[in-house]
């Protein structure tokens, strides 16, 4: 079993970490909120109260981070001063450094090269499935790095996902995370459309998303969240304030590779839009009010709590 660094002990990794843990790999976790590393001390891991107490003498660092400055900071130091060193100061040489956060690509590839310049393997290897999905130790992992380096990491993928796959070099894994995002955002605004359709119509919106859930538009989404969306509850499991984020990095993508994506830019009005009404903080089905607002039939809507 193997001495992990795990930082980042959020709604998503802190079930990462969880499993990890009662796989038997002795687990070491640091975040800036003291709730997630008391779950972990609970769970059976230990808690760390500075990066340098949780890396020093990890064999794998695990970063599972909400945007690119947080993991820039973890990474790289907030500072000139001993204190504020990252994982790069601390980290000793041959370390396999897993970032899970879902990042800009030239991001990933940043890390990844200084890392390398440390004598770190890195991989930028982001997830899709949710926090359902990081619960159940079920996720998608797309991979972007070393083959020899991703081979070293399968016993990790393997214990918090289901489907992990290497897709190219580093920042590779954010590529495909974009292209994962932009899907899944579309989908709710179509879910959406769809709900808002059959009940300005009059029929039974329950039975009909139950049919079409069953024919060839089903979908995870449609599998897990088409109750709570019919119910109007949107207690989060991935915030639009993420996705927000998460359609800034894709249509940077698109920008950079040159190619057009027109409904990509258009989902990421929408969730732009629900993030400017307040709804930041609600789960990214959360669409469904935005659709609704402009349709006219917010008074209609019923409970639109997060509850």
Excluded: C, W
Aim: net charge negative.
């Amino acid at each position: 079993m193997s001495r992990i660094a795990f930082i980042g002990l959020g709604i998503m990794g802190g079930p990462m970490a969880g499993h990890l843990v009662k796989a038997g790999h002795e687990v070491t976790g640091y975040d800036v909120a003291p709730a997630g590393v008391d779950k972990l001390v609970a769970a059976g891991g230990t808690g760390a109260a500075s990066i340098a107490e949780a890396v020093g003498e990890a064999e794998i660092v695990i970063t599972m981070l909400p945007q690119d400055e947080h993991v820039e900071s973890v990474i790289f130091g907030a500072g000139d001063g001993e204190a504020d060193g990252g994982v790069l100061r601390y980290a000793k040489p041959g370390v396999l450094l897993i970032d899970f956060s879902t990042i800009k690509p030239e991001t990933s590839a940043r890390v990844a090269e200084a890392g390398r310049a440390h004598g770190l393997r890195v991989l930028d290897a982001p997830v899709s499935g949710g926090e359902k999905g990081a619960v159940d130790g079920v996720l998608s992992i797309m991979v972007g790095g070393a083959a020899e380096d991703f081979e070293a990491a399968k016993p990790i993928f393997e214990i918090v996902g289901k489907t992990f796959e290497l897709v190219g070099g580093s920042g590779a894994g954010q590529y495909v995370k974009a292209a994962n995002q932009l899907i899944v955002g579309g989908t709710y605004a179509l879910v959406a459309e769809a709900i808002v359709l059959m009940e300005a119509a009059g029929v039974d919106a329950k039975a009909g998303i139950d049919v079409i859930a069953g024919g060839l538009a089903a979908s995870r989404i449609l599998d897990i969240k088409r109750d709570s969306m019919l119910a109007r509850q949107f207690q989060p499991g991935f915030r639009i304030d993420l996705h927000h984020k998460d359609m800034g990095i894709a249509t940077a993508a698109a920008r950079s590779a040159e190619v057009s994506l027109p409904m990509t830019g258009m989902v990421a009005q929408l969730i732009a839009a629900a993030r400017a009404k307040g709804y930041g903080s609600l789960d990214h089905s959360a669409l469904l009010k935005i659709v609704e607002d402009l349709s006219g039939r917010t008074e209609l809507s019923g409970n639109t709590s997060a509850a």
